[in-house]
Antibody, heavy 121, light 106 residues
Framework: QVRLQQWGAGLLKPSETLSLTCDVY????????WSWLRQSPGKGLEWIGE???????KYTPSLKSRVTISIESSKNQFSLRLRSVTAADTAVYYC???????????????WGQGTLVTVSS | DIQMTQSPSSLSTYVGDRVTISCRAS??????LAWYQQRPGEPPNLLIY???TVHSGVPSRFSGSGSGTDFTLTISSLHPEDVATYYC?????????FGQGTKVEI
């Protein structure tokens, strides 16, 4: 069974950098795109970006200038960095497994437990 | 970018009732539509993919239909544990967009 375990700092000041990591247990790490998403309090779900084992990335346009997703294949681990955070970046952040690298599109079938990140001075 | 619009935004009904939630895509997405259930404090849980395929382990009272731009999630007989927010998602093309959610209450 596939399990995603995420971790990282939950309280940031404005202008700091958000940093989260997701460990993947079980299944094939190389066959999928691995994504980060977020959910602001009382709001819906927003996809942030995705990465493959080879480091190929895609980001949502509205966050592209501030986001970096990286991968550590030897550890079955991928990470999110979001620079220059503001209160608007306060949200629950999730990691998730998405489409396959063979070109088959797919929904997000496995999710991390979520991390509440609060940005406050 | 594709926008996803759900209706209604919330509904209140009774145990045993049939529940229908609609989702509309701003462009044709074929059948690349997923539905998720999210209970408070939990991550979303995949219910339906390819518009009508029930994900492994999901009760048979959940079903999906539609193609192109208009889709529907149906709960044939509402159970107390179905109280949650339901989201549709386009996975035809990035950025992968979600609807704003439908909150189901009893």
């Amino acid at each position: 069974q596939v399990r995603l375990q995420q971790w990282g700092a939950g309280l940031l000041k404005p202008s700091e950098t958000l940093s989260l990591t997701c460990d993947v247990y079980g299944g094939s790490f190389s066959y999928y795109y691995w994504s980060w998403l977020r959910q602001s309090p009382g709001k819906g779900l927003e996809w942030i970006g995705e990465i493959t084992e080879t480091g190929s990335t895609k980001y949502t346009p509205s966050l592209k200038s501030r986001v970096t997703i990286s991968i550590e294949s030897s550890k079955n681990q991928f990470s999110l960095r979001l620079r220059s955070v503001t209160a608007a970046d306060t949200a629950v952040y999730y990691c998730a497994r998405g489409r396959t690298t063979s070109g088959t599109v797919a929904p997000f079938d496995f999710w991390g437990q979520g991390t509440l990140v609060t940005v406050s001075s | 970018d594709i926008q996803m619009t759900q209706s209604p935004s919330s509904l209140s009904t009774y145990v045993g009732d049939r529940v229908t939630i609609s989702c509309r895509a701003s462009q044709v997405i074929s059948h690349y539509l997923a539905w998720y259930q999210q209970r408070p404090g939990e991550p979303p849980n995949l219910l339906i993919y390819a518009a009508s395929t029930v994900h492994s382990g999901v009760p048979s009272r959940f079903s999906g239909s539609g193609s192109g731009t208009d889709f529907t999630l149906t709960i044939s007989s509402l159970h107390p544990e179905d109280v949650a927010t339901y989201y549709c998602q386009n996975y035809n093309s990035a950025p992968w967009a979600f609807g704003q959610g439908t909150k189901v209450e009893i």
